[in-house]
């Protein structure tokens, strides 16, 4: 038996430190630390690059996704992160390991899910990989898109006084995966959240066309856990209000019989909505955004995060971001 325990780093500390070995060079703009990596180009543009891995069991369960919905996950969460940089998608590429049990009825089906979903935001699949793989389904995917020059929308704008923001609506896709982790069938359109998740591409598009935004990013790990990206890249604080929360209808009705479900909505993972900072108050006053945005919050100058609980108290949060490796 192992009687002694590797040391295990945190995701975020491990980044920290791949980020700190990897070191940078002339023609990126940003590497490491943001959706995406941004890269100068000819021509006034800027090229935007993220990836993505998708692995059975850890982020989907055969048993609960057909493949096609699986396919179209795939593409919108590496669009999503062209979308948080307030890019346009172009090209994405897709490495499949495939298991012996997999056959070719079901990656035609997970293909043409990718297919639609990539073609849905104008890109095009470009490349990829495919292999054997011993254990389980993984999906690798990256995604390219471009944006005109100095207009990326990074983590690390955000300034005191700034209005927080959040597109759509928070926990559904959360709320989702408790139900199917209980056995139990989500309402449908939870259910489409989770399995289906839109990326916001064009009101990222907006945003940073309109330079609305000072900070932004896409919300895949939870509000309170993709704030703290925020905050720490800008050396900022936050309060955030919790009755400014938007929830949908199923989420606020399940709220009103599980008063605790609020956590999932500050915690919960898999949104994809947009999270972005704005010296305008009023944005939604103030601009004719594709998408409906609910102000949140307001960025503090010092750091901290303090969320104002509906009866006016200070707010503590029992869930924790997730991590990992945690
Ligand atoms: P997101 O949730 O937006 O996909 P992540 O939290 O996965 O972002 O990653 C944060 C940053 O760390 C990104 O810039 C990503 O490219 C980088 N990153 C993550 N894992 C690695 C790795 N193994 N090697 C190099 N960079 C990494
Ligand atoms: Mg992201």
């Known amino acids: ?127 990829g990989d495919c292999c054997a793989s011993p254990g389980p389904l993984f999906l690798a995917v990256t995604a390219q898109g471009r944006i005109a020059d100095g207009q990326a929308i990074y983590r690390h704008g955000a300034k005191g006084g700034d209005a927080i923001y959040v597109s759509g609506s928070l926990g559904d896709s959360a709320l989702a995966l408790r139900e199917l982790q209980a056995g139990r069938s989500p309402e449908e359109t939870l259910a489409a959240r989770f399995h289906t998740p839109t990326p916001r591409v064009e009101l990222g598009q907006f945003l940073a066309q309109q330079r609305l935004a000072s900070a932004m990013l896409d919300i895949s790990d939870g509000l309170l856990g993709d704030l703290g990206h925020i905050l720490q890249a800008s050396a900022v604080g936050a309060e955030l209000d919790l009755a400014r929360i938007p929830l949908s209808q199923p989420f606020s009705r399940a709220l009103n019989q599980e008063e605790t479900l609020i956590d999932l909505a500050l915690t919960g993972g898999e949104d994809y909505e947009l999270l972005f900072t704005s010296p305008l108050l009023d944005l939604a006053e103030a601009s004719q955004l594709p998408l409906k945005v609910t102000r949140v919050g307001t960025i503090q100058a010092h750091p901290g995060l303090w969320i104002r609980g509906t009866d006016g108290c200070l707010y503590q949060c029992r869930r924790g971001a997730f991590d990992h490796f945690s």
């Open 1 to 127: 038996m192992e009687s002694e325990k590797r040391s295990r780093l945190g995701e975020f500390e491990l980044i920290d430190w791949i980020r700190r070995q990897a070191g940078t060079a002339n023609h990126l703009l940003l590497g490491i630390g943001d959706d995406c990596a941004v890269q100068r180009q000819q021509g006034g543009l800027e090229l935007l690059t993220t990836t993505d891995l998708l692995i059975e069991e850890i982020h989907f369960n055969t048993a609960w996704t057909s493949f096609y919905w699986l396919g179209r996950k795939a593409a919108a969460v590496n669009l999503s992160d062209i979308a948080a940089m307030g890019g346009r998608p172009e090209s994405l590429f897709l490495a499949v390991g495939r298991p012996g049990a997999l056959g070719d009825s079901e990656l035609q089906e997970l293909l043409s899910g990718f297919l639609f979903e990539t073609q849905l935001q104008g890109a095009v699949l470009a490349g």
